[in-house]
Nanobody
Framework: QVQLVESGGGLVQPGGSLRLSCAASGSIFSIYPMAWYRQVPGKQRELVAFITSGGTTTYADLVKGRFTISRDSAKNTVYLQMNSLKPEDTAVYYC????????????WGQGTQVTVSS
């Protein structure tokens, strides 16, 4: 079982950047597809970015060209580089094993709050 801890959120002005980190411990991290999700109060959690074990990435249309997901298997960490942030990017961001989320069997951590505001 993989335990995940998200960090790196904060308050940033529109147009600014943040880098989120997701530290994993437990099972062999590198073999799993990983993803970042976000959720705002009253709305469903949505997929933001996805990365396979081999490093192939996909993005939600709303963040394409602005966000970059990456992984460092040596450090058991997944990153989300967020550039050109917009107020509508404000949300709690979570990482998780994408395969477990698809199956509906994922457990969620605390996430990290990102607030984009002037």
């Amino acid at each position: 079982q993989v335990q995940l801890v998200e960090s790196g959120g904060g308050l940033v002005q529109p147009g600014g950047s943040l880098r989120l980190s997701c530290a994993a411990s437990g099972s062999i991290f590198s073999i799993y597809p990983m993803a970042w999700y976000r959720q705002v109060p009253g709305k469903q959690r949505e997929l933001v970015a996805f990365i396979t074990s081999g490093g192939t990435t996909t993005y939600a249309d709303l963040v394409k060209g602005r966000f970059t997901i990456s992984r460092d298997s040596a450090k058991n960490t997944v990153y989300l580089q967020m550039n050109s942030l917009k107020p509508e990017d404000t949300a709690v961001y979570y990482c998780n094993r994408a395969d477990l989320v698809t199956k509906g069997s994922a457990s969620w951590g605390q996430g990290t709050q990102v607030t984009v505001s002037s």
